[in-house]
């Protein structure tokens, strides 16, 4: 299928008037039918024609491209709006931050005669800075040092008692405010950081197994081999082949 030009959804001029907003629409191959001035200034392009046809791919780090896409065919395949989710997002400098973002299906509505039939022709994106997301996720922002510092020191030893220390609460406070955030305890999320990056290591080089475990925090190849198959179902061989051949076929 080819994509539709920008004109096909003229919503992008309404959201250039909300400050921060970012705006985006796309078809079910995951292109790009047009984005707002926010959306183009996060991914660090100048022209609508540099996102239009393109896909998450070109813009986001591969390993956060693959759980974006999960939730795009949730949404095209269900026909049910994913509302206020935190997702972090990595701007074109390279910098992770929290973003609240919503999405709801395209539909293209036929109504022949005493009938009435829709169709999901794609998906239209709402996302702003959580910083600018009200008091429902403030305790997001609060945690953005904590989490800044996991994704910076990954590959060295990271003890609650510091990362507690950051948002000058006691060890106990901080991880029942974690996991009550999170969902998972912050050594968990220390260990879900490191397979992240290790992630991006199969995929954007052709480092060894055992140097991607080192580099990545760590210090024994089974023990990263065993981590990396209970977080993503395949051994990092297994992910680097499939992931490769998915981009392979994205590219096409």
């Not at 003229?10 to 250039?16: K, M, S, V």
């Not at 540099?50 to 896909?55: I, S």
């Not at 949404?75 to 973003?99: H, I, K, Q, Y």
């Amino acid at each position: 299928m080819s994509y539709r030009p920008s004109s096909a959804f003229p919503l992008a001029p309404l959201f250039d008037l909300v400050p921060n907003a970012c705006l985006f629409t796309k078809d079910p191959e995951g292109r790009f039918l047009q984005a707002n001035q926010t959306f183009m200034e996060l991914v660090g392009v100048q022209e609508e024609a540099e996102v239009v046809g393109k896909t998450d791919y070109d813009f986001f780090p591969h390993d956060l491209v693959k759980e974006y896409r999960e939730e795009d065919f949730q949404v095209m395949e269900t026909g049910v709006p994913v509302l206020n989710r935190p997702w972090l997002v990595c701007d074109a400098s390279g910098r992770m931050d929290w973003f609240v973002s919503s999405k709801i299906p395209l539909l293209l509505v036929v109504t022949p005669v005493g009938t009435r039939e829709t169709t999901v022709v794609g998906i239209a994106g709402f996302m702003h800075d959580i910083q600018r997301a009200g008091e429902a996720f403030k305790p997001y922002h609060e945690m953005q040092e904590v989490v800044d510092h996991i994704f910076s020191h990954y590959a060295t030893p990271i003890r609650n008692e510091e990362l507690a220390r950051m948002v000058h609460l006691s060890v106990s406070q901080f991880n029942r405010r974690f996991r009550a955030l999170f969902r998972v305890s912050p050594q968990s999320f220390v260990q879900a950081a490191r397979i992240r990056m290790a992630k991006r290591l199969l995929v954007s080089s052709d480092m060894s197994v055992a140097s991607v475990a080192l580099e990545t925090g760590f210090y024994d190849q089974s023990s990263f081999c065993k981590q990396f198959r209970r977080q993503t179902s395949l051994t990092p061989k297994e992910y680097r082949k499939s992931l490769r051949g998915s981009l392979e076929v994205a590219g096409d």
